[in-house]
Nanobody, 126 residues
């Protein structure tokens, strides 16, 4: 069972940038497609960025052109670079195996309910 620890969230002004990190232990991430999810207050958790084992990426329309997902398989780490942040990006951000649809790409990793980490809070406000 993989353990995931997200970090890097903060309070930032609109237009600012943040880089989130996700470190895994207990299992190597290199054998999974990975994703970043977010959950805003009162909303369901949604997949916003995904990266395949080979490094191909895809994004939700709401973040396309502003967010970049990357991975370092040797270090079992996944990153999310977030630029041009907007107040509507405010949410708790989580990483996990990727499951869901982004554009025409379907991610089908199995995600167990007990695999979620604590997430990291991103607040975009002036």
């Amino acid at each position: 069972q993989v353990q995931l620890v997200e970090s890097g969230g903060d309070l930032v002004q609109p237009g600012g940038s943040l880089r989130l990190s996700c470190a895994a232990s207990g299992s190597r991430l290199s054998t999974y497609a990975m994703g970043w999810y977010r959950q805003a207050p009162g909303k369901q958790r949604e997949l916003v960025a995904g990266i395949t084992i080979g490094g191909d990426t895809s994004y939700a329309d709401s973040v396309k052109g502003r967010f970049t997902i990357s991975r370092n398989n040797a270090e079992s780490t996944v990153y999310l670079q977030m630029n041009s942040l907007k107040p509507e990006d405010t949410a708790v951000y989580y990483c996990n195996k990727a499951r869901g649809r982004l554009g025409h790409v379907w991610y089908v990793e199995v995600v167990s309910s007990d695999s979620w980490g604590q997430g990291t809070q991103v607040t975009v406000s002036s």
